[in-house]
């Protein structure tokens, strides 16, 4: 039987900027362009959930060649483990030597590849939500009960970040403990975005890592919360 499409890519989705802005080209000393001239920050934009805590959301950056690329995500958000990644890049769909190849933007690379995020978000019954409950911060009041999400690295186990929840009147929960590749100290929580659906919240981190020559590569992490259960 064929599965229904349950979700239309009927809006580009709005960016959440997790990373701290950066200054323009023109306020940038020459050494600071340099500095992060080969860098990549990948950004942020939440698609939707599916009732039984899946999250879908598409990150775009410029890779080393100068190509546009769009990464669609699917990830559960009770397990925290992704369930679909797929890259899609302008030349999917624009000839090299194209004249137009270095226009395209973020929108007209979306709308190229609706068809194939539509079967994405209907295989994981994603609905595209037209406003995201996204929440800034690490403290927040949700249905009247407070919380608070710390990450740190601690002193005594060197590349480990791990991310608690601690909420008043139920205790605390470690949601995330695991190695980082690069050791700068950058993570941090940037906000939650709010499932529809579930008590469950995807906790949303700015992580970073060793790239290409001794770049740095800016990306999201998310990592999912029940808001009841597993306090201690």
């Known amino acids: 039987m064929a ?19 950066q200054k323009s080209m023109e306020e940038m000393t020459e050494d600071e362009y340099m500095e992060i001239a080969h860098n990549t920050t990948q950004s942020f934009h939440p698609i939707g959930w599916s009732a ?7 990150s775009f950056h ?5 190509d546009l690329i769009m990464i669609l995500n699917v990830q559960d958000m009770i397990s925290d483990a992704s369930l679909f990644t797929e890259e899609f890049s302008l030349t ?43 929440r800034k911060e ?4 949700i249905n009247g009960q407070p919380y608070k999400f710390a990450l740190t690295m601690p002193a005594d186990e060197d590349g480990i970040v791990q991310i608690n929840c601690r909420a008043k009147g139920l205790g605390e929960k470690t949601i995330f403990k695991g190695e980082v590749d ?3 100290g950058d993570y941090y929580v940037a906000g939650i ?17 060793g790239g290409f020559e001794g770049s740095v590569v ?4 998310l990592v999912g919360c029940n808001l009841k259960n597993g306090f201690k």
């Not at 039984?52 to 598409?58: E, L, Q, R, S, V």
């Not at 690490?138 to 009041?141: E, K, L, N």
């Not at 800016?218 to 992490?221: D, K, L, N, Q, R």
């Open 3 to 21: 599965t229904s499409i349950v979700a239309q890519t009927d809006q580009f989705p709005k960016e959440i900027v997790y990373y701290p802005e």
């Open 52 to 58: 039984d805590g899946k999250f879908a959301y598409a």
């Open 62 to 66: 410029i890779s080393y060649h100068g």
């Open 92 to 134: 999917d769909f624009v000839n090299e030597g194209d004249p137009t190849k270095d226009n395209v933007t973020a929108e007209q690379l979306w709308s190229a590849m609706k068809d194939k995020i539509n079967k994405a978000l209907a295989r994981y019954k994603i609905r595209q939500e037209k406003k995201i409950d996204y």
């Open 138 to 141: 690490t403290w927040h009041r």
């Open 182 to 184: 690069y050791d700068s």
């Open 193 to 209: 975005i709010k499932s529809p659906y579930q008590d469950r919240v995807a906790v949303v981190c700015h992580f970073i890592e």
């Open 218 to 221: 800016t990306f999201p992490v």
